[in-house]
Nanobody, 125 residues
Framework: QVHLVESGGGLVQSGDSLRLSCAASGGMFKWYNMGWFRQTPGKERQFVATIVANGDRTGYADSVRGRFTISRDNAKKTVYLQMNNLKPEDTAVYYC??????????????????WGQGTQVTVSS
């Protein structure tokens, strides 16, 4: 199993940028597909972005495509989420998750067994 710790959240204004990081320890990070999800109170966890184990393929939710970029550095055991042109509706707790190796992307939260504790992102208008 891999242990995940997110960082980089904060309070920003509409139009600003943030970069979230998710550092992994334990396990073989390079063999995991990684995903970012977000959740607001009273709502289900929502898929944001995913990247396959070797970084060759990525997938995005329609709501963030073109504004967010997921990337990974397997040597540093870290996955990133660069968020540009943030909007108030991006406000949420952001979680990173690790899932089994695959050559294709997948976006279901139940496909990711390992989760971090989350980091809060708040975007003011």
């Amino acid at each position: 199993q891999v242990h995940l710790v997110e960082s980089g959240g904060g309070l920003v204004q509409s139009g600003d940028s943030l970069r979230l990081s998710c550092a992994a320890s334990g396990g073989m990070f390079k063999w995991y597909n990684m995903g970012w999800f977000r959740q607001t109170p009273g709502k289900e966890r929502q898929f944001v972005a995913t990247i396959v184990a070797n970084g060759d393929r990525t997938g995005y939710a329609d709501s963030v495509r073109g504004r967010f970029t997921i990337s990974r550095d397997n040597a540093k055991k870290t996955v990133y989420l660069q968020m540009n042109n943030l909007k108030p509706e991006d406000t949420a707790v952001y979680y990173c998750a690790a899932g089994p190796y695959s050559d294709t992307v997948y976006s279901g939260s139940d496909e990711y067994p390992q989760w971090g504790q989350g980091t809060q992102v708040t975007v003011s208008s």
